[in-house]
């Protein structure tokens, strides 16, 4: 519980908070390997059929993507938060392919803090994930809900938390 006491609460967070995340490298072993467990399409499997076909090489797979970006998300923001569970993913979209020995980062930025009744607040994100080179890979919109310090929580009307002007809590670098 001591973990829990030093991380930020629904109430803590405010439209805007921005968050560097960490890198993460993909090799073309793991791709294959990932797609070959869960979307085993030839173009993510298959060197020589990837090879001859639109994109010219093996692609990761969208859910592998989409793994890496909460990968790099948990480690570099939501560990710090005190996040209950996640409620849903939204507007996921993939700009580009992932390709063998890309290297990713990208942000993560808050969209909306509702807090409730029940000492816990749904928080709205928005990541980016990037290339080391700045090519948009994948963008997407997760709801989770994280717990709330109601002794110092504010409601306003909008069911916002209010806190001090201190910095967003987190991992990652603020963006600034």
């Not at 805007?16 to 467990?37: K, N």
Request: glycine letters at 10%.
């Amino acid at each position: 519980m001591d973990h829990i006491r030093e991380s930020a609460w629904a109430d803590d967070l405010h439209v805007g908070d921005s968050y560097r995340l960490g890198e993460y490298q993909v090799s073309e072993d793991e791709l294959i390997r990932f797609a070959r467990q869960w979307d085993p399409q030839l173009f993510h499997t298959d060197r020589v059929v990837a090879g001859e076909g639109y994109f010219g090489g093996v692609i990761g797979s969208g859910i592998h993507t989409i793994a890496i970006c909460q990968r790099l998300v948990v480690l570099s923001v939501y560990s710090r938060w005190n996040v209950i569970a996640g409620r849903r993913f939204r507007e996921v979209e993939f700009l580009s392919p992932l390709r063998p020995n890309d290297v990713l980062t990208g942000a993560l930025t808050v969209e909306g803090v509702v807090l409730d009744n029940r000492s816990r607040g749904l928080v709205t994100a928005a990541a980016e994930v990037v290339t080391s080179e700045g090519v948009r890979i994948l963008t997407m919109v997760t709801e989770m809900y994280v717990r709330a310090n109601t002794s110092s929580a504010v409601i306003d009307g909008h069911g916002i938390g209010a806190r001090g002007a201190d910095a967003p809590l987190a991992s990652g670098e603020a963006v600034q």
